[in-house]
């Protein structure tokens, strides 16, 4: 089980961190996503850390935000900086196994999803 935390309203420019807690399973060995999907729109990729520590991040939050991860709390995170209202969605965490240097970063690549967190960015 995944378990998203840490959305939440905030004025354009302004920061946001978010936490995915996993339960029931161990994510060290797992390719860690963070999606998200504003009304009306579909699920997009936002960022990816591998196993091993590798990032990649969707061209739009390059540079305002860093995922990162802690295998001992078993946990991932994504923060976000300089907040544009563009970024409002719920945001989802997910996790699939990570093979090798395989980059993953479509929705069907990933098998195990949270319940979302709305985060919120007004102008």
């Known amino acids: 089980q995944l378990v998203e935390s840490g959305g939440g309203l905030v004025q354009a420019g302004g920061s946001l961190r978010l936490s995915c807690a996993a339960s029931?399973?161990?994510?060290?060995?797992?390719?860690m996503g963070w999606f998200r999907q504003a009304p009306g729109k579909e699920r997009e990729f936002v960022a990816a850390?591998?196993?091993?520590?590798?990032?990649h991040y969707q061209d739009s939050v390059e540079g305002r935000s860093t995922i990162s991860r802690d295998n001992a709390k078993n946990t991932v995170s994504l923060q976000m900086n300089s907040l544009k209202p563009e970024d409002t969605a719920v945001y989802y965490c997910a996790a699939r196994l990570s093979y090798g240097n395989s980059r993953y970063s479509r929705v069907t690549d990933f098998g195990s999803w949270g319940q979302g967190t709305q985060v919120t960015v007004s102008s």
């Open positions: 029931g399973r161990t994510i060290s060995n797992d390719y």
């Open positions: 850390i591998s196993s091993a520590g590798f990032t």
